[in-house]
């Protein structure tokens, strides 16, 4: 399949593996990167620039296929060495980073001097325009189901992506709830020119991760996740676990007046434990609506050809079905 997006990045499908937490190491990347995806790795996962220069070293050994980088600018006690990971990312030779969170300028003119494609994941339309306003070459439009940080405009993807498609010019890929074949051709149908997926890819073979985080996600449903953090404008979808429901309590309880201090032991730290100890109720941990979609934990090969048989029997078959009647 052909678009803009495979074009952009130099890839055989419109699929890409969102910057992930203490997910998104080599081995995810590597994996996706090699079905024909964009495989990201995650770069504040990395503690150092020194480390990520190592991460991508790494992913190089495993696959001779583009990958890219996730670069987060959230809200952050720590300022990292946001300077060092441009570097480390140029120099390591990489062609494609994921932004996201604060606006990405400033960091736009080393990255693209450096031949560096630059897709900001934005979750409205206004940021979606200031992105394409700033030079960036595509965006990830992330709507409401997203696992992660959703924003605070609460736009769901079937009123979020044709709103985008008016709205831009450069293209964008559907981000949040995409799962499978249908909702790849549903983002094409909707006006992007791919999809970006997070937690589908979590619950993969070859995911970095502890068996307990795949099993949890093929048994949650739909119905299973929570917005935390809301009060503080920093709204995260998380899968609900003992810690969170503790931590919406102490938000109920405190109102307005909460502050991060008060939630900080069920939000801090708590990606190694869960993601690498498989302690399930350690903490709030990024989990999208899309985990009801969740069934089976196939290698990331599997589940990427099976994405675009699907999409192409859907088009070719279904709809073309449709169409002729
Ligand atoms: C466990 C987890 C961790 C994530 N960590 C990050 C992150 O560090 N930076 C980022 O930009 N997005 C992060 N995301 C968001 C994903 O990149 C992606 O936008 C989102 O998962 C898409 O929604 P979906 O989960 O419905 O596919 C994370 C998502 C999950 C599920």
């Known amino acids: 399949m052909k678009t803009r997006i495979t074009e952009l990045f130099g890839i055989q499908h419109p699929i890409i593996q969102g910057g992930m937490h203490y997910v998104g190491f080599a081995e995810m990347a590597a994996a996706v990167s090699n079905a024909g995806g964009l495989g990201i790795i995650t770069g504040l996962t990395q503690r150092t620039p020194e480390l990520l220069a190592n991460e991508i070293r790494r992913c190089r050994e495993m ?45 736009l003119p080393a990255l693209q001097a450096a031949g560096v494609k630059v897709i900001h994941k934005c979750t409205s339309v206004r940021h979606s325009l200031k992105a394409e306003a700033i030079g960036c070459d ?34 964008f890929v559907a981000s949040g709830g995409m799962a499978d074949g249908r909702s790849l051709v549903a983002a094409l149908a909707l006006g992007a020119e791919g999809m970006n997926m997070g937690t589908r890819f979590i619950a993969t073979k070859e995911a970095p991760v502890h068996d307990n985080v795949k099993r949890a996600l093929v048994e949650a449903s739909e119905l299973d996740t929570r917005l935390v953090m809301r009060p503080l404008r920093n709204t995260e979808r ?16 405190r109102g307005a007046e909460v502050k991060f201090e008060d939630i900080a032991a069920e939000v801090a ?10 302690l399930m109720d350690a903490g709030a941990w990024s989990c999208g609506m899309v985990a009801g979609l969740i069934h089976d934990v196939p290698t990331v090969r599997e589940l990427i050809d099976r994405i675009m048989a699907e999409a192409e029997s859907i088009i070719g078959k279904r709809l073309a079905g449709f169409a002729a009647g």
């Open 63 to 107: 696959t001779d296929k583009p990958f890219g980088v996730n670069l987060t600018f959230l809200p952050s006690l720590s300022s990292p060495d946001y300077p060092g990971y441009i570097k480390a990312i140029i120099d390591g030779g990489v062609k494609a980073v994921e932004t996201a969170g604060n606006n990405p300028a400033k960091w």
């Open 138 to 171: 595509a965006v990830s439009v992330d709507g409401f189901e997203c696992g992660g940080h959703p924003g605070e405009d609460d736009v769901p993807n079937f009123i979020l992506l044709p709103r985008a498609a008016e709205a831009l010019n450069i293209p």
């Open 238 to 253: 998380v899968l609900t676990n003992a810690a969170v429901e503790r931590l919406l309590v102490t938000e109920r309880e």
């Open 269 to 278: 730290g708590v990606y190694p434990k869960v993601m690498q100890d498989g």
